[in-house]
């Protein structure tokens, strides 16, 4: 079996600021696995959040044994954007293997459309009620927020996309005092969820604390082990493949959630279409799906995703699984 991994660069459409930076592309490492002709793909986004980089990212690839399995890859490396690219490609490459598609051998039933948010990037209140001018024919909005002014920017939002869901961002960007004063004002104004509105460190301030819209944990949910720690924190876990360290654990967790009681958002790093692929597998039923990578980019795979009215479609065969 030959791994390759691959840095490539896609430009985003337009700036894409949250309140950790802006940025104007995706840097992405692309992972070719191929093994008696057959190839399978992958795709992770590494991420200074959780310390890694192209290079760290790249190079735990690249220490990996010359043979395994996709269960042996869990053990071989932690979760993470590396583990994601190599186990995403083995699905791949399993499938075309078996000349089925890859929920067939998850034994999921035949994925279908799911609609999935559309995020508006950290703006002046004024901006981003353009975006949402601009983008108010979209049934979900996700709002990336985490700063003192976020009021007046959720007010603005709701004006210029009144008919749309709406979700929040907030990451990790607000006190627990922040959040108790907002809250009110975030029913008034519809919103649906909170994603993350405390830092990972410091959401034990939540037990307790009255939430009347859902809160989500994003840095606080990467897998299977990290359930334990949410409880009486949380409503709805954001599952994202780069935590998970991919398809394997991102199914798992998904099961363990739901059998917790959690409810389902699936995620994404701003990556392409190919890095979204196997995770539209997972967000099949899910309370919120937040895969619009591609939507952001100027430029993404060849078979790329299909995006309209009904959502985001499962891949084609050509494009992964």
């Not at 996309?161 to 809250?183: Q, T």
């Not at 004002?185 to 037990?207: C, F, K, M, S, T």
């Not at 692929?277 to 309370?287: F, I, N, R, Y």
Request: hydrophobic share 40%; aromatic share 4%.
């Amino acid at each position: 079996m030959e791994i390759s991994v691959k840095a490539e660069t896609f430009r985003l459409a337009e700036v894409f600021t949250i309140s950790r930076g802006s940025r104007t592309e995706a840097k992405v490492l692309t992972v070719k696995v191929s093994d008696d002709g057959v190839v399978g793909w992958g795709e992770c986004v590494p991420y200074a959040r959780y310390d890694e980089t192209l290079e760290s990212v790249t190079e735990e690839i690249e220490g990996l044994p010359e043979r395994f399995t996709r269960e042996e890859l869990q053990g071989l490396l932690p979760g993470g954007a590396a583990r994601n690219a190599v186990d995403c490609a083995l699905w791949d490459l399993e499938a075309k293997r078996a000349g089925k598609r890859a929920w067939e051998l998850a034994g999921l039933k035949v994925p279908g459309p799911e609609i999935t948010a559309f995020t508006l990037s950290l703006d002046t209140a004024e901006k981003m009620e353009a975006q949402a001018r601009k983008h108010a024919h979209r049934p979900l909005l996700k709002i990336k927020l985490g700063t003192p002014d976020d009021m007046a920017r959720l007010e603005a939002v709701r004006r210029g996309a009144p008919a749309s869901k709406i979700i929040v961002d907030a990451n990790e960007g607000w006190s627990a005092e922040v959040y108790a004063e907002l809250a009110p004002h975030l029913v008034r104004l519809g919103v649906a969820l909170v994603e993350q509105p405390l830092p990972a460190g410091d959401d034990a301030a939540l037990i307790g604390m009255d939430r009347p819209v859902p809160v989500c944990a994003d840095e606080s949910c990467h897998d299977r082990a990290s359930l334990p720690k949410l409880k009486g924190k949380y409503d709805v876990v954001n599952i994202k493949l780069d935590k998970t360290g991919g398809l394997t654990e991102a199914l798992a967790l998904r099961d363990a959630a739901l059998a917790e009681g959690y409810r389902v958002m699936v995620g994404c790093m701003v990556g392409t279409s190919l890095a979204m692929a196997p995770a539209v597998l997972v967000a099949q039923g899910a309370m919120v799906t937040d895969l619009d990578g591609p939507l952001l980019l100027a430029e993404d795979r060849d078979a790329p995703l299909r995006y309209d009215e009904q959502g985001v479609y499962p891949p084609e065969a050509s494009l992964w699984g």
